[in-house]
């Protein structure tokens, strides 16, 4: 039986390949998506969100948009990694899929709640629609099986010297996320910029189908941005490592650790102040991850890419017969 999804993102490069790779593996059942300002601003993401949908011709997944900023703060975004409209390097298609009038905090909610089983959320993006969710529906907890989030880190970091982007954009969320006794599995940037897709294998995807083409150029973009301001030596596919680790725990190694969020500090503001070591007494609260399995999540993640572009080359036959 397939695992049923939600994902909350903030499109983005990343968080376009989580969404691809949860549309393609059997093992999940994506029930639907919300967006929340991050990466880009709230119409942005959400359009994005869209965009991504429309390319891969999925339009049985609802779309809510979400967050137009973090819970208290003013909204820090990622323009440098993600470029101007979020998802830059490759033409989109217009967004033929509707985004639903339902807020996304709500379609969160009563989407997992409205499941017949327990559900898997998995966030990518700052935290607010899933604390804005926690916060207004308080029995939503009982139907969420676990989160697997991407964000923070335990020794390195993206946005400042000692917090990753999605904390560190809404710690006050990310801490109330933490808090919230929820079984919880934390995909840190320490090993999602080794989930690297190298040169050579975006290369490879510019010749293959409809899907590939476009995802490829979207892959250099991403790439080069991260080159630039990391030094990485190809695409650090961060988001879509929780989708992986959902369809195969395997391809992460997690210990199960203490994890606080520091919400008030003069320069630490976002950092995950990871106990490894067990030193504070605290009870662990997440499985953190130390270790990625790359061979593993990037076959997953071509599987996914070329699952997509048989389907759009079916739907595109279909059409024109
Ligand atoms: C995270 O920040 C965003 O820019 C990415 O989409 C990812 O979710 C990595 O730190
Ligand atoms: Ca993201």
Redesign the pocket.
Known sequence: MAIPVFID???????MMAIMLALANPAVHLLGISTVA??QTGERTCRNAARVLTLVGETGVPLFRGADGPLCRPLVT?GD??GDSGLDGAALPEPLVPVSPVPGAQGLAETIMGHGEAVTLIP??PLTNVALALRGWPQLREHIREIVL??GGVQDS??TPVA???IYVDPEAAAAVLQAGIPLRVVT?DV?NRAIMDYQQIASLASGGPVSRVVAGLMQFFARANHNAFGIPGA?I??ALTVAAVIDPTVITTRSCNVVVETRGEYTRGCTVVDRYGVTGRPPNADVTFDVDRDRFIALMMEALKTLDVRVQDLQTGVEQ
Do not use: K, L, Q, R
């Open positions: 993102c903030d499109p983005g490069h990343d968080d991050g990466n990622a990694i993600h990518t993006g991407m964000g993206n946005v990753e982007f999605n940037v999602t650090p961060h988001d």
